[in-house]
């Protein structure tokens, strides 16, 4: 089982990886760790040559989760799927979701790069201002394969 997981920053796209995980036993792998290299000096970005050379280790694998926000890069890993969930919330409870992930993570002293809400907010703005738009057009080629739900509620109760 091949699945891909694509949605704005805070939609829940890794807690669902991890539930359905759990529910399938099949391992999750986040883009955002493909794509950085998280130091106690600051976080690198990997360079496109290293993000594919990862990408590629995933597809040879014969069962994977993968989620992230990103789609420009690794669009095999869509082809290469065998379902495509895209997590589209609600504007406002997204934006709710961030403020109060952020909060949390000011209070217990969460990972460094959850500190910085306005970043995240830009990048939910983007989402759905351009970057939506962008991934429905990308994915109109693999209809057969993709469920869009505004509610992770449903997803996570789904049991086939």
């Not at 993570?105 to 995240?120: A, E, M, T, V, W």
Request: proline share 4%; hydrophobic share 40%; aromatic share 12%.
């Amino acid at each position: 089982m091949k699945i891909r997981i694509i949605g704005p920053v805070g939609s829940g796209k890794t807690t669902f990886a991890h539930q359905l995980s759990n529910r399938v036993n099949v391992p999750v792998t986040s883009l955002d760790d493909l794509n950085w290299i998280r130091s106690v000096d600051g976080d690198r970005h990997r360079t496109v040559p290293e993000r594919q050379l990862l990408i590629n280790e995933v597809l040879q694998h014969d069962s994977w989760i993968i989620e992230g926000a990103q789609y420009r890069e690794g669009q095999a890993l869509f082809e290469n799927a065998d379902k495509i969930f895209v997590l589209d919330p609600l504007y406002w409870r997204n934006t709710v979701y961030i403020i109060k992930r952020w909060i949390k993570n000011f209070l217990f002293s969460g990972p460094p790069q959850y500190h910085q809400l306005r970043i995240f907010l830009h990048w939910q703005k983007n989402w759905k201002n351009t970057h939506r738009a962008e991934v429905f057009d990308l994915l109109r080629a693999y209809q057969s394969k993709v469920t869009v739900c505004d509610d992770l509620k449903g997803l996570t109760k789904d049991k086939n």
